[in-house]
């Protein structure tokens, strides 16, 4: 089978949007999260989200859907930049195209007419035109991209929840390592920053409400997490054969390696609390990339920071690194950018590029006492100097489902 | 690894002309067609002629075990589980084969929350203006609706409940919301069998484009020809090698020689539309399904997202 080399990467996260900027403010432990702006959540509960700043520069037909649906235009510029940095001017039918996304954007505004929802003149308005757009696919990207840079032969939109970015990458891996694929641009996208989203996730509890905490409010693993924090962004890679891409010239940023899936079975919301389900998707991508758990040096863990997904994840770790987990330093970069749902997977997929290609791993800045049960060997403080050769990410999902994937550090060989 | 030869065993469906697979089935082959009504709630619209399919009755509570997991499910979600627990059944899923070693690959439809969940919630946010007030949306609306709201709409609901239900723990991909993305979950359930990732797969799609919201997105652009109607459904099979078929002696209701999913330049084409309606995301599943039953046959659709599916299936060796 191939190897499969990282030839582009791109980002739009609440830290920085591009890799560069991404890359710095993880490394300097720069959180991008602060009160919403994106609504007024005076009554919201909730009022802390990792927001996007800045303009994207986006083409006017991507713009003018985004202004509806801010994730697709993150979308769009994070494939934009990984393909630039790939050098691919164009999707071919020889490529795959594989996004992560979510939850379809609502208006909930346009819903009420005359002071009553109204279904009815929603409908009438829809028809005539007067409001463009009141529901958007989660395809939407998909076709967009595939409009402006040229159709693959499959273009793909998974809605795998938190494991979707993570999904999309090893399906792209897997699909060029088994040769079905030349090029595959795989990734996540998302944002729920919106009020049916916030809302949403504060009535299920998975929210922290401890907005005067502010930037530091993610906590991950620590004795006074509350919950998660909700992040958008965008995160895309190109995947190529490694030895197709060396000999074009390409400068390869690390090697996807492992990948592994696997289902809780066990509740909608909260995770098997043995940690099966996780356990056994660390397993399986260390066993797709034939390695053993001591061959990995680095490890950026799902850490959302609510209370049962982290110890769950850290009992998970400790089993499958039973022996070695003391030493495998582990960073929980939501801390920073919040969870990012579809794209989280993604994300940190282009967080671990970060140890791999500079030699650091990003802190989790958040973390001043370690939870009971969530003992690992966290990266605090500061960002710490790294040598290794695999890392780990994990992805685990409401409703169950579980993502890990294996990266490592370019050797120079081909 | 060499890929190995996969077949059907089990076949689950919810369809308008049936509950069931044999149901389904038998009046697909009688040539019955779906009965269909107006919604009201399109009812003095330009759309209040338009007509969906309309879905046998349905016992989700017997079939499924209990009210407690209804409670979280969408619409979609409780045909999903219908057609995939008939399926598991057929299989003997859970009977003969360690969950870990079951994949679930899916696709799922365009979101559709229930009105009942969403117009207690509005009612609450609006403002003197007569307008929607995020203000009141956060301190009066939210606590108006299902707290389970999010389950409801999640697109990866349908499928993970599939998995809690059928205690399938394996590998698992879904994908949403046209045809083609519900093709490449064939695709990747029928791989993972060949290649031996996984020893068996429930492979499917649920969707409901029979809401009205939906409706009005379809017929606003331009995804029902003349003619068509959309229809609720489910279909769901269990895809596992010939050998451990024969192992168990468990008949084998056609082979899956191959499956797979290109870019098409062709219009939308669904060869269930005339009589089932136009189900979307369940369509390759339920079209799969109908074809394990007699005759046997190739089966291929284009979905509205331009990826044609295409499935060979033969009688089992």
Not at chain 1, 45 to 74: H, I, M, R
Not at chain 1, 318 to 338: N, Y
Not at chain 2, 146 to 172: D, T, W
Not at chain 2, 284 to 313: K, N
Request: charged residues 20%.
């Amino acid at each position: 089978m191939r190897r499969v080399a990282i030839t582009g990467f791109g980002v739009v996260s609440p830290v920085g949007v591009g890799r560069e900027a991404f890359w710095d403010a993880l490394r300097n432990g720069r959180s991008g999260i602060g009160r919403i702006s994106r609504f007024d959540c005076t009554t919201f509960a909730v009022q802390l989200a990792g927001e996007v700043k800045g303009e994207l520069a986006l083409p006017s037909e991507v713009a003018d859907v985004a202004a509806d649906d801010p994730k697709v235009g993150f979308a769009f510029a994070a494939a934009r930049e990984a393909l630039a940095g790939a050098g691919v001017e164009e999707l071919s039918a020889e490529a795959l195209l594989h996004v992560g996304t979510s939850l379809e954007a609502f208006d909930l505004e346009k819903v009420i007419h005359n002071g009553e929802p109204d279904f009815r003149a929603v409908a009438e308005r829809c028809l005539s035109g007067e409001i463009q757009r009141f529901q958007i696919p989660l395809d939407t990207a998909a076709r967009l991209l595939c409009e402006t840079f040229g159709r693959p032969r499959q273009a793909l939109t998974n809605c795998s929840a938190c494991a979707a970015g993570a999904q999309a990458i090893g399906h792209g891996f897997r699909s060029v390592r088994s040769e079905l694929f030349e090029l595959a641009l795989c990734g996540g996208f998302d944002s729920m920053i919106n009020p049916l989203g916030v809302g949403g996730f504060q009535l299920l509890g998975a929210l922290t409400a401890d907005n005067e905490r502010g930037p530091g409010a993610c906590r991950p693993f620590d004795a006074a997490r509350s919950g998660t924090v909700l992040g958008e962004g965008a995160a895309m890679l190109v995947l190529e054969p490694l030895e197709k891409a060396r000999a074009d010239g390409k400068h390869i940023l690390a090697e996807v390696c492992g990948y592994g899936s696997t289902l809780d079975a066990y509740s909608l919301s909260a995770p098997d609390p043995d940690g099966d389900g996780a356990t056994r998707a660390m397993r399986a991508a260390l066993e797709d990339a034939g390695l053993r758990p001591d061959q990995i040096a680095h490890i950026n863990a799902h850490g959302t920071g609510t209370r049962l997904n982290d110890e769950v994840e850290a009992l998970a770790i400790r089993r499958v690194f039973e022996g070695v987990w003391q030493h495998i330093p582990v960073s929980s970069t939501k801390s920073m950018t919040g969870h990012l749902i579809a794209a989280a997977g993604a994300i940190e997929a282009g967080a671990c590029l970060l140890p791999l290609l500079q030699g650091m791993m990003p802190p989790n800045p958040s973390l001043s006492r370690v939870g009971s049960g969530c003992e690992l060997a966290h990266v605090t403080g500061e960002a710490a100097a790294f040598d290794g050769e695999y890392v780990l990410s994990n992805s685990f999902g409401f409703g169950g489902q579980n993502a890990t994937l294996v990266l490592r550090r370019f050797d120079g060989r081909g | 690894m060499e890929a190995a030869d996969v077949v059907v065993t089990g076949i689950g469906m919810v369809t308008p002309l049936g509950a069931t697979a044999p149901s389904t089935g038998d009046g697909w082959r009688v040539g019955q067609s779906a009965r269909r009504r107006t919604l009201s709630e399109l009812a003095g619209t330009p759309l209040e002629r338009a007509e969906v399919g309309v879905l046998p009755e349905l016992d989700a509570v017997g079939r499924l075990g209990g009210r407690r997991m209804l409670k979280y499910m969408s619409d979609a979600s409780v045909l999903g589980c219908l057609a995939a627990r008939e399926a598991a059944e057929d299989a003997l899923l859970k009977q003969r084969f360690r969950p870990e070693r079951v994949g679930i690959y899916s696709g799922t439809g365009l979101a559709a929350a229930n009105v009942e969940d969403v117009v207690p919630m509005l009612r609450e946010s609006i403002g003197a203006d007569r307008r929607f007030s995020c203000r009141l949306f956060g301190e009066r609306g939210l606590a108006a609706t299902n707290p389970l709201l999010s389950f409801k709409i999640l697109a990866n609901m349908p499928p993970c409940l599939v998995s809690i239900l059928e205690h399938v723990k394996g590998p698992n991909f879904i994908f949403t919301p046209w045809e083609g993305q519900t093709g490449a979950a064939f695709e990747q359930a029928w791989m993972a069998v060949a290649n031996g990732e996984v020893d068996a797969a429930l492979a499917g799609g649920a969707d409901n484009p029979a809401y009205p919201a939906t409706v009005v997105y379809l017929r606003k652009h331009g995804l029902l020809r003349d003619g068509e109607y959309p229809s609720a459904g489910a279909g769901y099979v269990v895809m596992e090698r010939a050998e451990s078929a024969m192992r168990d002696d468990r008949r084998a209701h056609a082979q899956v020689v191959r499956v797979d999913l290109q870019a098409s330049d062709g219009g939308s084409r669904d060869p269930l539309a005339a009589r089932v309606g136009r189900t979307f995301a369940a369509a390759p599943a339920i079209l799969v399904a109908l074809a394990c039953q007699a005759p046997i046959g190739p089966v291929s659709l284009c979905g509205v997202d331009r990826q044609e599916f295409r499935a060979e299936l033969k009688e089992p060796s």
